[in-house]
Structures are given as C-alpha cells and as structure tokens.
C-alpha cells in the first residue's frame, strides 16, 4: 500500500484515492481510479502484480452471481460480441483448486449474463476474465469456502518483470550488501523518483540504488567512506572472481542499462559530515541503505587515541547514531516534499514503534517490515519533508525515543533464529497483491 | 568530478573553517576531459535555482571552458535554451579526471583521482 501511495503522489494529477477497503492481509482491494491514473500506476508498480476491471464481488457465489445480474446490459454488451474472443480463469487464494473444481465453479457462472457470443481462446483473449476467490490469509489452514469471490477484466499487469532486466547477476559491478534489483525499484517509487529529480544516496557502495533512480529519470549522485567500493578495486564479491576487473564503478552500471547520462558524481567522503555539502544545496530524493554494521562495518572519521596511543581514525560509529545523523542530514537537504527512504534493521523481540528515528521537519509515511527470520528484520522507512527547519533544531533535531542498539546489535543478528518470509500481522514487503479498479 | 558537484562541495567540514565555498580547483589540462551528457532543460534551469552561479563562472573559467558562458545569469534563463545549453555543458559535461580540490581558507587540498575527489580527513582535521 506504501509503494502505491507513493506512486499516486508522483502523479499529483490523479485524485487521492477514495477511502480505499483494504483489509490486512487478503491480497485483493478495490480502488476507484480514472483509467488513465490506473494505467500509470501500473506502468511504475512493483508490488501491485496487475489491476482488473470490477464487475462484481460477493461473499458467497450466490452473492457473486446476484451482483453479476444487477450489471446493466449496456456495459456488458461489448464484451459478449461474437467477434470478441474470451477466457474466464479462476484463481483461488491459499487454496489449491483441482481442474475439475476449477471447471466445475468457472461453468456454474451465470449464463444468463455471461453470454458470450464470441470464441473462447485460452491463450491471446481480447478479453481475460478472471475469477478470484479467497480463502484466508497465506500459510493459514484454508476456511472451507472462500470469504469473498471477484469476477473482473483483466486491464494491466505491474512492472514485476523490470526487475529481471535489473537483475543484480547481471550487474556489472556489485558490493557485497548491493541492494537486489526488485527491493531497489520498489525504495525508488516509495521515494517518489521522477523524471528529472536529483538523488543522492550518502551510502552509495556499488550504487544499486542510483541505478533503480536513474531508471526512472533522476540525476544520481552518492558517496561512501570505503575507497575500494567507490574505486571499484580489491576483491571481488562474486564467487568466482579473485579480482575486480579494471571497469568495475558506478560509472559503468548504469551505461550498461544506457543510463550513463543521468551519472553526476561518486564521493569519497564520511556522510557525517553534513557541512561538506553547502548549505542550500537540495535534493528531491535520499535513497540509501546505511551500513547495519553487521557485513559493513559502520564508521565515521573521528580522533580517538587506543591504548597504544595510537590514533584509530575510522571509529566506530554506534549505529543509533548514524540513523539519527541521516535524518538530521536529509532534514537539511532535501526539498519540501522530498523523501528519505531507508532501511532500518531491528532485532524483532525488542522492537517498537519508538525506535523509530523522528525529526520535527520529517513526516513518516511509511514503515514496511522485511523479515529475515523469527528474530531478525529490516524496516523499510520512508519519510517526507513537511517544514523547512531552522538552525540547530534542523541541523541536530533528530531524536529517538527509545534507542534499539542499546545492546550489540551485530551480536543479536548471530543469535539463531528460524529463516522467515511469513509474519503474522503485518503487511509483508514480499508480498503479491492483486488490484480490482471500478 | 563535475562542476555542479564542484558547487555543491565545502571544505567546512575541516575544524574551524567556515568559508570553504568554493573550493579552488587545481587540474593540469590534459586530465579535463569533455564528455557528452544529453541536454534535459527541465533539470538544467531547476538547477539554476540551486546553484551558486558566481562560483560556477569563476570553475569553469579556471578550467579554461567558460567560452560563451556569461558571467551573469540571464533574467530570463529559464526559456532561454541557448543559455540553458551552455550551462548545461559546464555544468555536467566538463569532468576533471585528477587534481585538487583547494581549501580557500586554509589551502588544504582534497585529492581528485579517476574522477572521484576524496573528501575524507586526516585525524588532526577533525
């Protein structure tokens, strides 16, 4: 639902959408949209597997059918011509149907109204329809009859496929936590990247994010504390490779996708130091994904002398304050209605809302969990500039409410837990959902 | 490294400088290469409201590349293509492979390699 959001607010034509019925877990919603609204959301969306024509829904089939007949003929009709040819396909959810079963429910539509004069083609129809019946959440015991039964038209299907054009093994240079093609197109709508928009990712390593940006049409921009990463040098993080080959950079990711004109710079610098950058300086868009100090270790630049006396310049940097340092920078540089989109990783017994990094001039619009296993996760923030700040409170305003990393966060990750891609309660990030339109 | 980048870069970040905009650059002429961006107007006169046009003159004639470009902006830059075209190729066709990035207050230099400048500090710096 956040990616959809996200994606309505960069087509600021499309009216909000009307009080969308979305219930937690069931993978079907209603929405009410212009067509043309629709087809440019499905033209960016990741998440939404395909939008359907709304014909009619019911609790029982006998319900469905009743709502089919109260159709009226005219909308009907032009579907039904002999020269149209059709399918109807049925699908349940949590529930595997038997042919039979599918033929048996697909036959028992009522005639009466779906009387098509035209052939049936299975495979290229001029018109899809498509039955869909829901019986309860993923990985639950299925309930004996669905809950709720839709019958629509097929309009459009999502952009699911981009993400194997992007996909990170075919990617020239990658890092070792390079972030995986579909999570960063989905990062780059929450975000609200368009056409024309400068991003910069202060995390930048392989630039997985830019090239989800510049994908959309952003001018990408980004930096990173570790020299081998930014020159593309040392080891390689494929399996097979000893060595990066001489090429390996930001640079050379996005000419492979003919997306080099959007390339602007790769810094070599700590993120923390906000004063790098001048002051009036503004982005439309942070996308990043901070080190959680686990695989990368999480460092800044600071003077601190060890017991030999001598000096240890990268510290470590605790991780509570490297969230806090990221929303006090993108409270400063990013423009009125820009986004912060980031990954916050949480140790899932311990987790609250209050570890949720806050800043007064930073709106959160959404927080989406990506489990890892039963005691791990990432949250997937995106925040929004809502007021402009001023002096220190912008400068240092950000604040936690209770601190998550108070106990070693890297010596929590290596506890065992049960890998998980199922949580109950939560709209999951992985989650396929499918979209009814009237 | 870019001159909108350039624009973007102080050297505030050193303790007890304040004045670090903008850095001077230092690059001999056969380590500026010229490259081909496609022109996007839309972005370039977005960007003219952002940037500190003085210093990107005063870049880009360091480099020896500020031919046609004016040294004032012009009222109406906005649909002005001409003038957008011309910031356009100062702003992200012109790239300094290696040089320096010199601080205007204290003189440090930030090294510039392979086109990445390295901003990071020595321990006294911070």
Known sequence: MTELKSIIKVFSAIPLLNKVVHEQKNPFFVVDLPPEAASQIMDRTFLVRSLFEYWAEGHTKEELYDNLRKLSKDFIAPFLKHDKTFRVKIEAYNKTLTPDQKLEKIQSLPQDVLDFQGKANLKWPDNSFHLFEYYGPAGSTPYEEPSVIYFGRF??????????????????FIGNTSMDAGLSLIMANMGKVKHGDLVYDP????????V???????YVAGSDIDYTIVHGVGKSSRHKNKKRSSDESIHTNLKQYNLQHHYIDILLADSSKHN?????????????????????????????????????VKTNYSLSESFLDLLNFAAKFLKLGGCLVYWLPIYRPDYTEDNIPQHPSLKLVGNCEQTLTTLIARRLIVMEKCSTCQGDVGEKGA??????YKNNFRDRYFQVGLPQTQYNGEEQINSKDTEDDT | MKLIT???LTSNIIKGVTKGFPLKIVAPTDKVQIVEVDFNPEFTSRMMHKLDYDALYTAAETLGHSEGLPKEVVPDFETNEEFLKKVHHVLMQIEVQEGELVCPETGRAFPIHNGIPNMLLK???V
Do not use: W
Not at chain 1, 155 to 172: A, S
């Open chain 1, 212 to 218: 989800a940006c510049a994908h959309f049409g952003a």
């Open chain 2, 123 to 125: 321990e006294d710096e």
């Open chain 1, 203 to 210: 995390f930048v390593g392989s630039g997985s994010l830019l």
């Open chain 1, 399 to 404: 604040i936690v409410v209770e601190d998550h």
């Open chain 1, 276 to 312: 790098m950058l001048r002051t009036g300086v503004q982005f439309d868009a942070i996308i990043t994904d901070p080190p959680y100090g686990i695989r990368e270790p999480s460092k800044k630049i600071a003077g601190t002398r060890d017991k030999n006396n001598t000096l240890d």
């Open chain 2, 6 to 8: 350039h624009n973007m």
């Open chain 1, 155 to 172: 309009l459009k299907d999502g952009q699911r496929d981009k993400i194997q054009q992007y996909h990170l093994q075919k990617r020239h």
